[in-house]
């Protein structure tokens, strides 16, 4: 499978269009790319996590990041989505800050995530409030939303009436309805039964792919990072690199049957051997 190295790697910038920062400076970034972080430096204590890092994250797709035990792929994403600091460096997105982005955030611990005092549909509707649309706006991205989803759940329940994977549906649809440019996901299908995270999989896919929205997903398990990846994205361990950018082009919508294909068996294996390499060293 294709090795995508472009994607993987800094190098220098490359004129794309001009940037949107409110600060009158014109940035520029790679055409295809939707989120270029140069220089990055991050450190907890003695502990050195990214170190001049670059990367390239392409418009629209998804992403997966995949790597050793602690090597930093929760911090990274936490970086790149604005709500964890960092040292030194500089993360746009097609040339604008993260707090100039429509950005959706899902966390692994939906329990800790969803307003426990909230019914499921007013934790959907919720972020909507603070985008200044209109009643009828609002209303047309939520039944555009539950349309997309085609939940089948009682939705004026209150989250500790629903299990874990309807109260992960919740948070996911939250944050959907923003219709958000950048979609963060940090395990957020561990600890739930299979046959949810197969539900959730293929609602998210459907409309992340209808509507384009770039994603970064952190995942623990290879099989998943492939499955509902574009580019798989192989870290190594601290001071972080990237190991490698796997591009995946199997046909959407894909499905567990998508995880017996010669082409998904291959990228995985490919995948696992470069992720064996770096935990060796
Ligand atoms: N707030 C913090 N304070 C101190 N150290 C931290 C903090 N957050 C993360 N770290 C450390 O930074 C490193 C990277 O953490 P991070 O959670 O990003 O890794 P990860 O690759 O997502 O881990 P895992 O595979 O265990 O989910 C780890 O060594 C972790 O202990």
């Given at each position: 499978m294709a090795s995508d190295s472009s994607q993987a790697s800094g190098g220098g910038r490359v004129a794309g269009k001009a940037g949107g920062a409110t600060d009158g400076v014109q940035r520029w970034f790679a055409p295809g790319t939707h989120i270029t972080i140069r220089g990055l430096s991050k450190r907890f204590g003695d502990a050195q996590v990214y170190d001049n890092f670059d990367l390239d994250i392409p418009h629209g797709k998804v992403t997966s990041v995949f790597g050793p035990n602690g090597c930093g792929k929760s911090t990274l994403i936490n970086m790149i989505a604005g709500i964890l600091p960092f040292d030194s460096g500089e993360i746009l997105f097609e040339g604008k800050t993260a707090r100039e982005t429509r950005i959706g955030y899902v966390f692994q611990n939906y329990r800790e995530a969803v307003f426990p005092w909230m019914k499921a549909i007013d934790n959907i509707r919720y972020p909507l409030q603070y985008l200044g649309l209109d009643k009828g706006e609002r209303e047309a991205r939520m039944d555009r939303l539950m349309e997309a989803f085609d939940v089948k759940l009682d939705l004026s329940r209150y989250p500790y009436q629903m299990s874990g994977g309807q109260q992960q549906l919740v948070s996911i649809m939250r944050a959907l309805v923003v219709e958000p440019e950048v979609l963060f996901l940090d395990e957020p299908f561990s600890a739930l039964d299979y046959e949810m995270v197969m539900f959730l999989r293929d609602r998210l896919q459907k409309v992340l792919v209808e509507r384009g929205v770039t994603t970064l997903l952190v995942s623990h398990d290879l099989d998943e990072a492939v499955l509902l990846a574009d580019h798989v994205l192989l870290l190594t361990k601290r001071p972080t690199r990237v190991a490698d950018n796997l591009r995946f082009d199997a046909?959407?919508?894909?499905?567990?049957?998508?995880?017996?294909t010669p082409e998904f068996i291959e990228l995985k294996s490919e995948a696992l051997e470069i992720f064996q390499r770096e935990v060796r060293r």
């Amino acid at each position: 499978m294709a090795s995508d190295s472009s994607q993987a790697s800094g190098g220098g910038r490359v004129a794309g269009k001009a940037g949107g920062a409110t600060d009158g400076v014109q940035r520029w970034f790679a055409p295809g790319t939707h989120i270029t972080i140069r220089g990055l430096s991050k450190r907890f204590g003695d502990a050195q996590v990214y170190d001049n890092f670059d990367l390239d994250i392409p418009h629209g797709k998804v992403t997966s990041v995949f790597g050793p035990n602690g090597c930093g792929k929760s911090t990274l994403i936490n970086m790149i989505a604005g709500i964890l600091p960092f040292d030194s460096g500089e993360i746009l997105f097609e040339g604008k800050t993260a707090r100039e982005t429509r950005i959706g955030y899902v966390f692994q611990n939906y329990r800790e995530a969803v307003f426990p005092w909230m019914k499921a549909i007013d934790n959907i509707r919720y972020p909507l409030q603070y985008l200044g649309l209109d009643k009828g706006e609002r209303e047309a991205r939520m039944d555009r939303l539950m349309e997309a989803f085609d939940v089948k759940l009682d939705l004026s329940r209150y989250p500790y009436q629903m299990s874990g994977g309807q109260q992960q549906l919740v948070s996911i649809m939250r944050a959907l309805v923003v219709e958000p440019e950048v979609l963060f996901l940090d395990e957020p299908f561990s600890a739930l039964d299979y046959e949810m995270v197969m539900f959730l999989r293929d609602r998210l896919q459907k409309v992340l792919v209808e509507r384009g929205v770039t994603t970064l997903l952190v995942s623990h398990d290879l099989d998943e990072a492939v499955l509902l990846a574009d580019h798989v994205l192989l870290l190594t361990k601290r001071p972080t690199r990237v190991a490698d950018n796997l591009r995946f082009d199997a046909p959407r919508p894909r499905t567990a049957a998508t995880t017996v294909t010669p082409e998904f068996i291959e990228l995985k294996s490919e995948a696992l051997e470069i992720f064996q390499r770096e935990v060796r060293r």
